[in-house]
């Protein structure tokens, strides 16, 4: 038996394994697909394995619904970080979660429970080098370019939804594709997501991101996410959104972006780390077989 914690970080929801007390399940790329399911498994965006670390008080492995590892997840590690603090493995206000990206310095905010609440996380600096995000265009910053031509992407609902034919790519340590439209809910994102994922623009596939400017200070946006699909918020793309947003001139350095999950308040100066504050929620435990 395998014991987890189901969590969420803004209605972004994993299963999370504490390896401090279990053993590794040889094949969490087998696992993450199972646990996932929302109708035969636990229900999830993915598996997150909370793990020993040499270099900070944990370490985050993330692995998406279809059973892909990625580099990181910023509303998953707020949760690493929650599960960290309430279950003693490191019990202070600032703690330090080792991830794909690097070591991250993260704030605990506790409620009057004395449980971890909100958490603002330092997310290091964005990747702006086409190559490094990585995509194939060339070599320099990829911001405001015009749209490529991406087979089956054409169509009525770019009307529908007013969509600004250009896009930015910003990597948090994970890639993202930010488009602009006047009306995030017109977009078919169930049918365009895939496109944006899998575009060959994009040689490790990418998280795609649809925004609504409100004000320059408050944005909404949806997100398609590589390897899970429609999901309720992506911490690493509400900071890339922040990103994309300040450089294309649309939004200020703080913005609260509304996400279907809930609200995440991002900051970000120019030639400085983004940083995002957020909840973190425990749902439930149980005992996974096998």
């Known amino acids: ?28 790329e087998v696992l993450a697909p199972l646990v996932s399911d929302r109708h035969t498994g636990i229900g999830g965006d993915g598996l997150i394995l909370i793990c020993p670390s040499e270099r900070a008080d944990a ?8 059973g892909s590892e990625s580099e990181m997840c910023g509303n998953g590690v707020r949760c690493v970080a929650k599960y960290v603090y309430d279950h003693g493995i490191a019990s202070r206000p600032e ?6 990206r690097g070591v991250l310095t993260l704030q605990i905010s506790a409620g009057a429970t004395g449980k971890a609440e909100r958490i603002r996380v330092n997310m290091g600096e964005p990747i702006l080098e086409a190559g490094a995000i990585p995509t194939t265009f060339p070599a320099g910053r990829v911001v405001d370019l015009p749209l490529p031509e991406i087979p089956g992407f054409a169509g ?35 049918r365009i997501g895939p496109l944006l994922e899998h575009a060959p623009q994009f040689p490790r596939r990418i998280n795609a991101h649809f925004i609504q400017v409100h004000s320059p200070t408050e944005i909404t946006m949806r997100t398609w996410e590589r390897g899970s699909g429609i999901t309720l918020a992506c911490g690493t793309g509400a900071c890339a959104c922040a990103v994309a947003g300040q450089l294309t001139g649309k939004t200020s350095g703080r913005v609260l972006a509304h996400l279907p999950g ?6 970000w100066t120019p030639g ?18 096998g």
């Open 1 to 28: 038996m395998l014991r987890f914690t189901k969590m969420h970080g803004a209605g972004n929801d994993y299963v999370y394994v504490n390896l401090f007390a279990e053993t590794l399940p040889s094949t969490p």
């Open 95 to 100: 703690i330090t979660i080792e991830t794909g």
């Open 272 to 289: 400085g780390p983004v940083y995002m504050t957020g909840p973190a929620t425990e749902v439930f435990t149980g005992e996974w077989p």
């Open 156 to 190: 009525d609902w770019q009307t529908a939804c007013g969509l600004e034919p250009r896009l930015t790519c910003v990597s948090m340590g994970n890639p993202h594709v930010m488009l602009f439209c006047r009306d995030v809910a017109a977009v078919p994102l169930e």
């Open 262 to 267: 809930g609200d995440l308040e991002l900051e």
């Open 59 to 66: 370490r985050m492995r993330m692995f998406n619904a279809d």
